[in-house]
């Protein structure tokens, strides 16, 4: 099945998909409707977020990814008004450096394997 997920610096070496933050989780919103993912990403830019890129992908491939960097994951049904939380994380940019210092089982090379899959599917 395909999903429309955000991503912000599409097909750069810095990008990243969209997350929304519950405590210390991290979810990644995947959308049945590409009309409904694009509506999201316009009340994201008005909340001052840069412009997202609406993306097809698989939705195995996100569930996958989410499983590998232990983020959630939910699926917004076609038609479902989904709106961003009021507070936002201000720090919108993924900084490899940060990410290998934290305490994940994750290796580089496994990340650099996922980021390829993900890109491939671009």
């Not at 409707?33 to 316009?42: C, F, N, V, W």
């Not at 939705?59 to 699926?75: G, M, Q």
Request: glycine letters at 4%.
């Amino acid at each position: 099945m395909r999903v429309f997920v955000l991503l912000f610096n599409a097909r750069t070496e810095n990008e990243g998909i969209h997350t929304i933050q519950f405590g210390d989780r991290n979810k990644v919103l995947m959308f049945e409707s590409e009309d409904d993912a694009t509506r999201y990403g316009l009340m994201l830019e008005a909340q001052d977020f840069p412009e997202p890129t609406v993306e097809a992908i698989d939705a195995e491939e996100i569930k996958e990814f989410c499983n590998s960097v232990d983020y959630d994951w939910e699926l917004v049904p076609a038609g479902a008004l989904a709106i961003p939380p009021e507070d936002n994380v201000t720090q919108t940019e993924w900084q490899p450096e940060a990410e290998a210092k934290s305490e994940s089982d994750i290796s580089q090379s496994e990340l650099d394997s996922i980021r390829r899959r993900l890109e491939g599917l671009l």
